[in-house]
T-cell receptor, first 114, second 109 residues
Framework: IAGITQAPTSQILAAGRRMTLRCTQD?????MYWYRQDLGLGLRLIHY???????GKGEVPDGYSVSRANTDDFPLTLASAVPSQTSVYFC?????????????FGEGSRLTVL | GQNIDQPTEMTATEGAIVQINCTYQ??????LFWYQQHAGEAPTFLSY??LDGLEEKGRFSSFLSRSKGYSYLLLKELQMKDSASYLC??????????WGAGTKLIIKP
C-alpha cells in the first residue's frame, strides 16, 4: 500500500540521548515535512525538504536536524533530547513543494523524553 | 503575525448538521485546507479552497471568503464516526500551511 511509513511508533527516551525518527514514502513525492503536534496547539513545522538534496527550517527547528539523501527518506534527528521535545511527530509529503494539493501524513511517532 | 481562530470544541447530535468556523490572518494567501483527525491518528485531507464560494463533497462542504478571512466546514447527516478534530489550515505567501489548533467535534446519539 502506497503511503508514508514512520518508525518508531512510540518511544520513551532519557534526556540527553540522541534519537532518529525515520520516515519513508513510496509515492515519489518531491516535498517532505516534519511536524510536531502538542495538545492545544496546531501542527508546527520543524523542517522541510522541497526536493532531494535540499532542506529548510520551519517554525520550530531548534534541537532538530534533517537530511534528504534521496527522494524516499527524510529522517529527523534529535541530537540531545530534552523534555520539551516530548510530542507526537508527524512526517508528511506532497507532490510539489508549493502546497496546493493534498498533504499525506504518516501515522505519527509518539516521543516521550524523561 | 499569523493567526488562526477556530472553536476548541463543539457538540452535535447524530443526524444533524454542524458548521465549524475558521477565521485567519496570514501573510499572503494561497488557499485553505480542512483536515480531519481522529484521536490518536494522522490528519486526513477533507478539502482545499482557493476561490471564494462553497464546494460540496458528499456530506461535507467547505466555504471560503477571502475578503473576510473566513472559512467554514459544514457537515451534514452527522454520523458517530464524524467525532474527530477538524483542522483549518490556510496557506501563506511562502506556500506553507499555518495550522489552527483544531475543533474537537463530539457527536451524541
Amino acid at each position: 500500500i502506497a503511503g508514508i511509513t514512520q518508525a518508531p511508533t512510540s518511544q520513551i527516551l532519557a534526556a540527553g540521548r540522541r534519537m532518529t525518527l525515520r520516515c519513508t514514502q513510496d509515492m515519489r513525492h518531491n516535498a517532505m515535512y516534519w511536524y510536531r503536534q502538542d495538545l492545544g496547539l496546531g501542527l508546527r513545522l520543524i523542517h522541510y525538504s522541497n526536493t532531494a538534496g535540499t532542506t529548510g527550517k520551519g517554525e520550530v527547528p531548534d534541537g532538530y536536524s534533517v537530511s534528504r539523501a534521496n527522494t524516499d527518506d527524510f529522517p529527523l534527528t534529535l541530537a540531545s533530547a530534552v523534555p520539551s521535545q516530548t510530542s507526537v511527530y508527524f512526517c508528511a509529503s506532497s507532490e510539489e513543494d508549493r502546497v496546493t494539493g493534498e498533504l499525506f501524513f504518516g501515522e505519527g511517532s509518539r516521543l516521550t523524553v524523561l | 503575525g499569523q493567526n488562526i481562530d477556530q472553536p476548541t470544541e463543539m457538540t452535535a447530535t447524530e443526524g444533524a448538521i454542524v458548521q465549524i468556523n475558521c477565521t485567519y490572518q496570514t501573510s499572503g494567501f494561497n488557499g485553505l485546507f480542512w483536515y480531519q483527525q481522529h484521536a490518536g491518528e494522522a490528519p486526513t485531507f477533507l478539502s482545499y479552497n482557493v476561490l471564494d464560494g462553497l464546494e460540496e463533497k458528499g456530506r461535507f462542504s467547505s466555504f471560503l471568503s477571502r475578503s473576510k478571512g473566513y472559512s467554514y466546514l459544514l457537515l451534514k447527516e452527522l454520523q458517530m464516526k464524524d467525532s474527530a478534530s477538524y483542522l483549518c489550515a490556510p496557506v501563506d505567501s511562502n506556500y506553507q500551511l499555518i495550522w489552527g489548533a483544531g475543533t474537537k467535534l463530539i457527536i451524541k446519539p
